[in-house]
């Protein structure tokens, strides 16, 4: 079948189908990423915490900016090509729209891996401390876990004496994790006691399980198969014998409506009691000998004795020291501290210094009385070179929340260094991956931290999770990512596949390019307002 | 719409230029956002440094519609198409601006005062 309108425009419209088409699928585009700048607008200005101003690396976003520009500029070279039937300046600038399509995915990758390497953690007292943290270490070696994986010290540590599980809610890969976890520590994980129960009607209990009984998930699966079968057993009876009860008592009192009676209207508890089966919602195992055992943070509520996983398996035992160590601190951020304190009505400066780290660590100290020296200068050469307000009294321009609160690795190599802030010149590859903890040599000017536990109030990497900033980040980046990669998909089929159409049909050929093309500088011109609101502002 | 060789001929000369031009704009944002003395407003970034990058942003996003995707001589139908969709986002956004009068903004709501 001969499709209309592909080469020849319509009469009515003036435009070939997919033309139409591309049009429509790009205004509905223009609403979705107009949705998510909208959101951004919104997230900003509703944010409860000091909004992180150019917190990304500037230098892969512009050369990002300049790869997407230049490839607009190829594509529309490429259809130029296609029109004047040149089929090599045609092959030519369309490779190098691919290739700028996978350089550009490439630096969002490095981009996206760094951010997922970053730790972050903001105290109970509102301060923040950005940087890596490290990994356990015995003596000298690094301790593994059960895989062979170093443990990152950011890890709730249990000596754990007895595990209960919730026979419905148990997490598979989790009980294996406590098996292989109670192996590696050449501990067994038992039944605590012997486990009967009714499991046929009106049967004297039978033993499911004897103590000493390894914790297995098929045990497991066995007991939750019991329990389960209990529970439908003994709600259909109570199910019967509820039914019963009404029948008796609508008999009883005819044209009552259902909640004048209903509190007469019960079950006999004891008649059904010896039909019941026993419902086994929770079983206990000991740990023999006690065994330390590490969790996520994210998967655990840990308390003194008792702790409590996710999956409301819960773990007896003492609670170890289970500090949050940095090895190497890259920022330590007192902007959320200092807005928290005016909110209270209180001085920025007078609830730093009573902070935990100032407090606790020496090196925070240090930095932070730097740092004031160095605000103190910057707002001097303010005041030097913009000069004071003459109706107010007040410097014309002052440093901003960020310039007073925030000591970043660029000022504590400064401060190492010796030499100010704009002197400082930084390697390029620092540009993209952050600080260069080797190059600089670390243990001289990145502080190492360790953090008890108590003192945590949320941590994350640089995710989603970490702020509502890095959420939207990631929604509209990894969106804008996903669409150069469809259309580099596109443009290379064209580019590859395209040669026998060009010699049946150039023409169209031609016009799948422009639809191509038109849905690649859409690409662009969506990047070119992501730029500067994600990484200049 | 350039279909003939030397329409394209001429318009590769203007796609040329446009590139230029965006790359300029880009170096300019860049500049504005990092150099402190080409800063505008009173703090070294505020709102008029926002002001500023969106301008040249639109500036260099209103190139590449016109230009590159041809909106500068397009069929009625495309204009209709792009435009009501450009509306809807416009006025949608108009409305989250409406809502920022909304007392769920207003710590005093709650309060009880």
Redesign the interface.
């Given at each position: 079948m001969e499709i209309p309108y592909i080469v020849t425009p319509r009469k009515d419209t003036g435009l070939f189908n997919s033309k139409i088409a591309i049009w429509l699928f790009l205004a509905s585009e223009v609403m979705l990423f107009g949705g998510f700048f909208s959101a951004y607008v919104f997230l900003r200005i509703g944010a409860d915490y000091p909004w992180p101003e150019r917190t990304l690396p500037v230098l892969p976003g512009l050369i990002n900016t300049f790869v997407l520009i230049g490839s607009s500029m190829t594509v529309v070279f490429a259809w130029a090509s296609l029109k004047l039937h040149q089929w090599r300046r045609f092959q030519l600038f369309m490779g190098i729209t691919v290739a700028c399509a996978v350089i550009f995915m490439i630096l969002k990758g490095i981009e996206y891996n760094v951010k997922f390497q970053h730790q972050a953690v903001r105290l109970k007292d509102y301060s923040v401390v950005e940087g890596h943290l490290g990994y356990e270490k015995v003596g000298e070696e690094y301790e593994k876990d059960h895989n062979g994986h170093k443990i990152e010290e950011n890890r709730i540590l249990v000596e754990a004496t007895r595990v209960t599980f919730n026979t419905v809610r148990f997490h598979k890969s989790w009980v294996e994790e406590l098996i292989s976890q109670a192996e590696h520590r050449k501990s067994k994980i038992v039944l605590a006691e012997d486990l009967s129960a009714i499991i046929d009607e009106g049967q004297p209990p039978k033993t499911l399980a004897k103590a000493g009984d390894a914790l297995s998930l098929e045990l497991l699966e066995r007991l939750q198969k019991a329990h389960l079968d209990a529970r439908a057993h003994n709600g259909a009876l109570r199910t019967a014998a509820l039914r019963g009860e009404w029948k008796k008592a609508n008999a009883a009192n005819p044209g009552k409506r259902g909640w004048e009676i209903a509190s007469g209207v019960n079950i006999d508890v004891e008649a059904l009691a010896p039909k019941l089966l026993t419902e086994i919602g929770t079983v206990a195992f000991t740990v023999e000998p006690a065994a330390r055992f590490d969790f996520q943070p994210r998967d655990v509520r840990e308390a003194e004795t008792q702790s409590r996983l996710r999956d409301d398996t819960l773990v007896d035992g003492k609670l170890l020291a289970s500090p949050m160590v940095f090895h190497y601190v890259d920022a330590i951020d007192f902007q959320h501290l200092a807005m928290k304190a005016v909110e209270k009505g209180q001085d920025p400066m007078v609830a730093i210094e009573d902070s935990w780290l100032i407090k606790n660590h020496p090196f925070a100290k240090e930095a932070w009385e730097w740092n004031k020296g160095e605000v103190a200068k910057l707002e001097k050469k303010l005041i030097e070179k913009y000069g004071m307000d003459g109706k107010t009294g007040k410097p014309n321009r002052e440093p901003t929340l960020k310039e007073r609160y925030r000591i970043g690795w660029k000022d504590f190599v400064a401060k190492a260094d010796g030499v100010g802030r704009e002197k400082e010149t930084i390697a390029l590859k620092e540009e993209f991956m952050g600080p260069d903890y080797k190059g600089r040599e670390a243990k001289h000017t990145f502080p190492h931290l360790s953090l008890p536990r108590e003192q945590v109030g949320f941590a994350s990497k640089f995710s989603p999770a970490w702020n509502t900033y890095y959420a939207i980040y990631f929604t509209i980046t990894g969106l804008h990512g996903l669409h150069v990669i469809g259309g580099a998909l596109v443009l290379a089929y064209y580019l590859f596949f395209g040669r026998k159409m060009y010699e049946s049909n150039p023409e169209w050929l031609a016009n799948r390019v422009e639809i191509g093309g038109l849905f690649w500088h859409f690409v662009d011109l969506v990047w070119i307002f992501v730029f500067p609101i994600l990484y200049l502002m | 719409m350039?279909?003939s060789?030397e329409e394209?001929?001429k318009?590769?000369r203007t796609?040329?230029f446009v590139?230029g031009v965006?790359?300029l704009g880009?170096i300019i944002?860049?500049l504005v956002?990092?150099v402190p003395a080409l800063d505008v407003g009173?703090?070294?970034?505020d709102k008029w440094?926002?002001v500023l990058?969106?301008i040249?942003?639109s500036i260099?996003?209103s190139l590449?519609?016109a230009i590159?995707?041809h909106l500068n001589h397009e069929?009625?139908?495309?204009y209709w198409?792009?435009g009501?969709?450009?509306c809807?986002?416009?006025s949608?956004?108009g409305l989250?601006a409406l809502a920022?009068g909304d007392p769920i903004?207003d710590t005093f709501f709650y309060s009880g005062r």
């Open positions: - | 350039a279909n060789p394209i001929k318009s590769v796609y040329l590139g965006l790359f880009t944002t860049y956002a990092t009173k703090h070294g970034f440094d926002c990058g969106l040249i942003a260099k996003a590449v519609a590159f995707m069929k009625k139908a495309v198409l792009f009501s969709g450009l809807a986002v416009i949608l956004a989250t920022l903004f």
